[in-house]
């Protein structure tokens, strides 16, 4: 895309209402705008974000066998009446009435919901185990929405459920999500951490937060850097395989990893001192089992095996999707501003025209856009050149191919890699290389 063309309204002063790096950068770059407290408006560069780490995300819940579906955001308050929840949930969640008098509600999340969509469609224990998941828009009235996306009240969210049969073939899926989530993060460039949490009002008695380091976070964390050095790729687990998971389970429990709730100071004593990482934390993804709380409250049985009906064992599991925007941005900048991972980042590279107007530098310029196709954005602007390195620092491109007159005139431009802040001088077909 060409950036004179393009809905990306960077700003040069901080702005005074963001008190953190992330919420700063993702104003400052131009990805969100706020229309009332705790919503915000995705501009283009920021939606692009947001659907890479959405895709990301659909692919590793697909490759565990999680079927997509897509529930709607308005929910009616029978549902929430019959598992008990509506009045329990207090005044975070968002109630609605219709031009009929019908109470709804804008969905916090939707346990509710699927388990009477599977109530409606499933029978038979043969139907059985199935996951199903949704990236859909929630709403949660928080008291304090605070830190841009981080703490929203609209937001984003991957949210999925598992039916199993019984209490091992929960527990299997449970841990077939903990490692598609361990997958997700590591694409994501994020060293994510699963530690033991509480259930809160998703109830039920396993659960783990996964939470990533950032100053800004809300608990402080405590964790052995071992978990970083591991492989959670496919080559290294294969979910399908219940001695993989075995093997990955034991290690998500042996290494120490403990919000300051759950803090032990004896075991972390016993942490080799070079590999004790701590500090604030952000939960990006929380997972949950909880048995057959739903499907008893809300009478989903299947036939079992034997004849008798069965109340299948339920797990649900929700990932930050907008809240993972700010999430990595946090653990990647620095003082000039975002540095996106190549899985996520609005563009792979941006074209510095530094003097448009210039024969040779427009030429090259044309030439490398052709080739690059719109996967990569063109700064044609009127700008001068310290503008433009600002601006491209700023919205934190992985590569930027600068094209000056006197490099343009000999045919060759300068690539500047954003995280490392590498230059090199190339060729346009050793540059196109490069970049892969
Ligand atoms: N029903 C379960 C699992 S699907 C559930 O709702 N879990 S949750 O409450 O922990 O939310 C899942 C994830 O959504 C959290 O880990 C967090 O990353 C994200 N999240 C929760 N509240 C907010 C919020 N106010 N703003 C942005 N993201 C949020």
Redesign the pocket.
């Known amino acids: 895309m060409r950036l004179s063309r393009c809905l990306i309204p960077t700003l040069k002063e901080t702005p005074a209402e963001a008190q953190i790096a992330s919420h700063r950068l993702m104003l400052r770059a131009g990805l969100v705008r706020q229309t009332a407290a705790?919503i915000y408006a995705w501009l283009p560069a920021g939606l692009r974000v947001l659907n890479n780490i959405a895709r990301i995300v659909r692919e590793e819940q697909d490759a565990i066998g999680a079927q997509e579906l897509l529930m709607p955001t308005i929910q009616p308050a029978e549902l929430w009446r019959e598992s008990g929840r509506y009045d329990g949930y207090g005044k975070e969640m968002l109630r609605i009435r219709d031009r009929h008098d019908r109470e709804l509600l804008y969905g916090?999340?939707?346990?509710e919901m699927i388990t009477d969509i599977f109530r409606q469609s499933v029978r038979s224990y043969r139907e059985l185990p199935q996951a199903v998941y949704h990236i859909q828009w929630k709403f949660?009235d928080?008291v304090r929405?605070r830190f841009g996306?981080?703490?929203?009240?609209e937001?984003l969210?991957k949210?999925?459920y598992s039916f199993d049969l019984d209490h091992a073939g929960a527990v299997r899926s449970y841990r077939q999500m903990m490692l598609a989530y361990m997958r997700t993060f590591q694409r994501m460039g994020l060293k994510a951490i699963p530690m033991q949490a509480e259930t809160g009002p998703?109830g039920g008695d396993l659960s783990h937060?996964?939470i990533i380091l950032a100053p800004t976070g809300e608990s402080q964390v405590f964790y052995d850097a071992a978990f970083e050095a591991i492989d959670y790729s496919g080559g290294n687990f294969d979910h399908a395989s219940d001695s993989d998971l075995a093997r990955f389970t034991e290690l998500m429990t042996t290494h120490y990893a403990a919000t300051d709730e759950k803090h032990d100071a004896a075991a972390w004593q016993r942490v080799p001192e070079p590999d004790r990482r701590e500090g604030r934390g952000i939960?990006?993804?929380?997972?949950?089992y909880f048995g057959t709380k739903y499907s008893a409250s809300m009478g989903f049985a299947v036939t079992g095996p034997d004849g008798a009906p069965l109340h299948p064992e339920m797990g649900?599991?929700?990932?930050?999707v907008?809240?993972l925007v700010g999430g990595i941005i946090e653990a990647s900048h620095d003082a000039q501003g975002i540095i996106w991972p190549d899985s996520v980042a609005p563009f792979r590279a941006v074209i510095l025209n530094l003097k448009p107007g210039d024969a040779g530098c427009d030429r090259l310029c044309d030439e490398l856009y052709g080739r690059l196709g719109t996967e990569v954005l063109y700064d044609d602007r009127a700008e001068r050149a310290g503008v433009k390195f600002a601006d491209a620092d700023l919205m934190g491109h992985p590569w930027q191919i600068i094209v000056g007159p006197r490099g343009a005139a000999a045919g060759r431009v300068e690539l500047k890699r954003r995280a490392s802040g590498e230059r090199a001088e190339l060729s346009v077909d050793e540059a196109l290389a490069r970049l892969g």
């Open positions: 705790g916090p999340t939707n346990e949660r928080e929405p996306v981080m703490r929203g009240r937001f969210m949210d999925a998703i937060e996964f939960e990006v993804g929380h997972i949950f649900s599991y929700g990932i930050g907008s809240r």
